[in-house]
C-alpha cells in the first residue's frame, strides 16, 4: 500500500514519462483540500455489476503496475521482480455498497494480495493477504488518510486461501462495515465504535499484488510483510476470477459539498443517496468467526496497493481519480462500457466512433489516471490503444 501523496504534478509527470512507479497514494483533487467546485464529479456506479474475468478483461476496470493476464482463472496478477505490482482499479464509484470478489491469494515470502476500497479523500476499507501465511486475511480501515491509532487492523481466518477459490465480501452502509470470508462474518465494524476515523465518502474498487517484502523498502514494511522477499522463488500470482459490485445508491455521478468529509455532504447526480440501499441480496451467513487477532503494529501501510518500492520500475503509484461516462454510452451488467444500442452497431461504426475521439496511442495503462489528462472524462482500451473522451 502507498502511504504519502505526491507533492506536485510535476512529479508525476517525470515519474510516468520515464517509465518509473512510486510507491506512494495521492488524490488528484482531495475535496477536503480544495474548493469542492473544482473537483471532478466521481462517477456513480449506480447499479450492480457481475465481472467474469474468466472471460478477459473490461473497460470499466483499468490496469496499472503492470498488466493483469487473462485466462481459465481470470484475471491474474504476477509479481516476477522488484517493482511488480500489477493491479485493476474502477473507473466508477459507490457510495455505500458490498463488492464480492471470487480469488486465490499469491504465495510467497513478502507478497501482498490486496482487496482496497478507496476515496478521493483517501478513506479506506482493506482486505489484504501475506504470501507467507495462507490461512489468514488482515482487515484494515482508515479515514481522511489518517494513519493514527495501527490497533484498528485486524488479521482474521482465511483458511487454505492461496490453494482454493473464497468469496471475499466487503458490505458497507453509513451505519456499519462488514467483512465477510465465504458465508461467514469475520468482522463488523459500527460506525459508533470507529472513534471518528469511519469511511464514508464515495470510493473506487481496486485489486492487485505486490512485494511488501522488496528488499527496497522500509524495514517496517518488510517486516510486517513477512519478507524479505526473493524473487528467484517466483514468479508469485494472485488470481481474481470473478468481482460482484453493488452500489448502494444511484445517480449518474457523485459530488462533494463542502469540505467535512461526511457522508451527508455527498450529493447524487439524478439519483439519490443510499437509494438502492437493499437492492442486493442478502448474503446467507453460515457463521461468526472468533479469535480475530488486533495488532498495533506501526508498520501496516495506509493508501492503496503497491506499498514500498522506491526502485526504479518499482511498484505502480496510485492516483485516485475521476472519471465519467458520457452521453450516448452506457454500464452493462457484466461490467463493460459500451455504446448505447451497440448490440446492433457494426464494428466498422463503433471504431470509426471510438477513432473520433481517439488521442493518443500508449502503453501505460497507468497513464490514464494521471493529473496529465484530467480534462478527460472517460477512458476506454483495447489491448493496443486507449481512447479517451472530454
Not at 450492480?48 to 481459465?72: C, H, I, L, Q
Not at 466508477?92 to 491469494?105: D, H, L, S
Not at 473464497?166 to 465504535?193: E, F, H, S
Not at 508498520?299 to 496510485?318: F, H, N, R
Request: with cysteine.
Amino acid at each position: 500500500m502507498f502511504t504519502r501523496r505526491w507533492r506536485t504534478a510535476a512529479a508525476t509527470a517525470v515519474a510516468l514519462l520515464s517509465g518509473v512507479s512510486y510507491a506512494q497514494t495521492w488524490s488528484a483533487c482531495n475535496p477536503l483540500h480544495s474548493k469542492s467546485a473544482t473537483c471532478p464529479a466521481n462517477t456513480a456506479l449506480g447499479m450492480t455489476v457481475n465481472v467474469d474475468f474468466t472471460k478477459g478483461e473490461v473497460n470499466s476496470f483499468v490496469a496499472s503496475g503492470g498488466v493483469p493476464t487473462y485466462g481459465r482463472d481470470g484475471a491474474s496478477f504476477t509479481v516476477a521482480k522488484g517493482g511488480d505490482a500489477p493491479q485493476l482499479a474502477s473507473v466508477f464509484y459507490i457510495m455505500f455498497g458490498r463488492v464480492e470478489v471470487t480469488m486465490k491469494a499469491a504465495p510467497g515470502k513478502g507478497i501482498v494480495s490486496s482487496l482496497v476500497l478507496l476515496s478521493d479523500t483517501l478513506d479506506e476499507i482493506d482486505l489484504e493477504w501475506l504470501g507467507s501465511d495462507s490461512n489468514t486475511v488482515q482487515t484494515n480501515y482508515f479515514s481522511k488518510g489518517a494513519a493514527s491509532g495501527y490497533n484498528r487492523a485486524e488479521f482474521n481466518p482465511a483458511a487454505n486461501n492461496q490453494a482454493e477459490w473464497i468469496t471475499y465480501t466487503v458490505d458497507w452502509t453509513a451505519d456499519r462495515i462488514i467483512w465477510y470470508v465465504g458465508k461467514t462474518v469475520v468482522r463488523t465494524l459500527r460506525y459508533n465504535d470507529a472513534n471518528g476515523q469511519y469511511p464514508q465518502t464515495p470510493m473506487q474498487v481496486k485489486f492487485g499484488a505486490w512485494a511488501g517484502g522488496d528488499p527496497s523498502n522500509s524495514p517496517g514494511t518488510i517486516e510486517w510483510a513477512q519478507g524479505p522477499t526473493d524473487y528467484s522463488q517466483g514468479p508469485f500470482s494472485m488470481h481474481v476470477r470473478s468481482a460482484v459490485v453493488t452500489d448502494y445508491s444511484t445517480g449518474k455521478s457523485y459530488t462533494y459539498e463542502g469540505n467535512s468529509g461526511t457522508w451527508q455532504s455527498i450529493r447524487s447526480d439524478g439519483g439519490k443517496i443510499n437509494g438502492n440501499l437493499g437492492g442486493a441480496a442478502s448474503i446467507t451467513v453460515t457463521a461468526s468467526a472468533a479469535g480475530a487477532a488486533n495488532t498495533a503494529s506501526p508498520t501496516i501501510p495506509v493508501g492503496g496497493i503497491g506499498k514500498g518500492s522506491g526502485t526504479s520500475g518499482g511498484a505502480g503509484s496510485q492516483t485516485v481519480g475521476a472519471g465519467s461516462i458520457p452521453d450516448g454510452w452506457r454500464m452493462t451488467p457484466d461490467g463493460k462500457i459500451k455504446p448505447v444500442g451497440s448490440s446492433t452497431m457494426s464494428t466498422y461504426k463503433r471504431r470509426k466512433k471510438f477513432n473520433k475521439y481517439t488521442r493518443t496511442h500508449i502503453h501505460s495503462l497507468s497513464l490514464s489516471f494521471s493529473p496529465l489528462f484530467q480534462n478527460f472524462g472517460l477512458f476506454c482500451y483495447t489491448n493496443t490503444k486507449i481512447y479517451f473522451f472530454q
